[in-house]
């Protein structure tokens, strides 16, 4: 379970002034302790990142990152586990942190932090512009899309080890989700 500090209003500002090498998010003026992910977790995220960065090689489509990187969302902050930000918007990457919403958002789910990635990220994440929201269940194996509507996520579906993930956002890219969770124990 994560910690959430709510004793008083955190802003921005308290959390740049924070030095005490622990991971957090602030969501809603409360400063939300980010465990150190599990194995399993750190497993999928890299085969992720790995496809979208081998993928990105040679083109001029954008960037991707991994966490930890802040992200500055208005009076949020949070730390996806993998975003993608295209060439036309990498003027949000900052010297510190990324300003602004990335077009692909992508979390890993785990115990701790579910509940914020299904809801409060989610809703977030939508308000300030992220295009696209997927939600990858390591104990399942199985990754949710959403892509943004009009008035909210428009769900795309969900994806099994016999689906490749691809996105608009970034064409020709194609994730094997049977290579993602290749040797995982399913829970």
């Known amino acids: 379970m994560s910690m959430v500090l709510s004793d008083r209003v955190y802003t921005v500002e308290d959390y740049m002034k924070l030095d005490d090498g622990k991971r957090y998010e602030l969501i809603g003026g409360e400063l939300i302790v980010v465990p150190s992910p599990r194995p399993k977790h750190q497993r999928i995220s890299g085969k992720i990142f790995n496809q979208i960065e081998n993928f990105l090689k040679g083109t001029q489509l954008g960037e991707v990152y991994d966490a930890p990187i802040d992200v500055v969302l208005g009076e949020y902050i949070v730390q996806p586990d993998i975003l993608f930000i295209s060439q036309d918007r990498l003027d949000i990457i900052g010297e510190l942190n990324i300003q602004g919403a990335p077009d692909l958002v992508i979390e890993i789910l785990s115990p701790a932090t ?3 990635d299904k809801k409060k990220k989610s809703q977030l994440y939508f308000k300030h512009g992220v295009k696209e929201y997927w939600l990858v269940d390591p104990d399942q194996q199985l990754a949710e899309v959403f892509v943004a ?7 795309v579906g969900v994806f099994d080890q016999e689906d490749v993930l691809t996105t608009d956002l970034l064409p020709g890219l194609e994730i094997s989700l049977a290579e993602v969770f290749k040797g995982l124990k399913r829970e």
Do not use: F, M
Request: charge should be neutral; avoid cysteine.
């Open 149 to 155: 509507g009009e008035k909210e996520w428009r769900w």
């Open 114 to 116: 579910a509940a914020y």
